[in-house]
């Protein structure tokens, strides 16, 4: 896997469309949330692909009033 490939933190939540605060409690809560793919130091990062995996099997939450 090609590292320039890989989401950091913030554009794995920004692609996901949730905060990076979300991002880090579905890495630690949810087993069906994918792995970072490897880590750069301490920051993990992530498959674009296996996050748009995630998400087309949890698709995201209408906003109330939309």
């Known amino acids: 896997m090609d590292p320039e490939n890989l ?3 913030q554009e794995a939540a920004d692609r996901l469309g949730i905060s990076r605060q ?3 409690n579905l890495t630690s809560n949810d087993p069906d949330f994918p792995e970072p793919e490897k880590r ?3 920051t993990p990062l992530w ?3 296996a ?3 995630w998400r087309e099997r949890h698709p995201a939450r209408k906003k109330r009033g939309s």
């Open 22 to 24: 979300s991002l880090h």
């Open 51 to 53: 996050l748009d995996a």
């Open 40 to 42: 750069f130091g301490r």
């Open 47 to 49: 498959s674009p692909e």
């Open 7 to 9: 989401l950091t933190s």
